[in-house]
């Protein structure tokens, strides 16, 4: 089973109160996740493989460790996982970046694909799957599902905000796959809406609403 990790970063924890704020702004929301998304890459990039290089400074020859290729993949979940692709790139600026588009079909409720590019070696590559919020599951369980198909198999997914539901299924669908989450919250209510929250986030990022 793969696991759950919820950061407890005092700093992580102060910029996501930030971001469930009413009040906060889209300029600041979309500051706030961009930085939220490079204090949670930095530990979800933990697991990098290093090898060792031999370098020159300006004293001398030595061997020191560097990241073994960059052979890392970034795959937001559109619309509202764009937000997310910024913080990861400052950390990692040779990632190479995917996009999966999905809805969900008003009669059957299951999650569609409309659009899904993803880099050709991507069944090579650490794959980042992100998005902002884990609700019920079944956006992010899809997208991994249509990531595999293609040949993706290393895949994180990190998230800013999870409800216990949607950790459980994402779980269930998916046990090879480890989740980076800024806050659990309480629950789902009957619209599906994480509470507390923050809202939409997609909305919240491009003003949409």
């Known amino acids: 089973m793969g696991k759950v990790y919820v950061f407890d ?31 949670m890459g930095f530990e979800a990039t933990r697991d990098l493989p290093l090898e060792e290089v031999e370098i020159e400074t300006p004293i001398c020859k030595t ?5 073994k290729g960059e052979d890392v993949a970034i795959v937001p979940i559109l619309r509202a996982g764009l937000g997310f692709v910024d913080g990861m790139l400052s950390l990692i600026p040779n990632a190479k970046v995917g996009h999966v588009g999905l809805y969900r079909d008003p009669e059957t409720h299951q999650p569609v694909e409309y659009y899904c590019k993803l880099p050709t070696d991507i069944e090579h590559r650490k794959i980042f799957v992100v998005d902002p919020m884990l609700a019920t599951g079944g956006s ?23 409800a216990p539901e949607g950790i459980e299924a994402l779980q269930k669908a998916h046990p090879d796959v480890d989740i980076y989450i800024a ?14 929250g923050l809202g939409d986030a997609g909305d919240r990022l491009y003003g949409t609403k």
């Open 140 to 162: 992010a369980s899809a997208a991994i599902d249509f990531i595999k198909k293609r040949g993706g198999k290393d895949i994180t997914f990190m998230c800013l905000i999870a």
């Open 63 to 67: 061997k020191t460790k560097m990241l």
């Open 9 to 39: 970063h005092p700093l992580i924890q102060h910029k996501v109160s930030l971001m469930r704020m009413k009040t906060t702004t889209v300029k600041e929301f979309r500051e706030l996740a961009t930085e939220v998304a490079m204090l």
């Open 183 to 196: 806050a659990k919250d309480d629950h789902l209510n009957e619209d599906a809406y994480i509470v507390p």
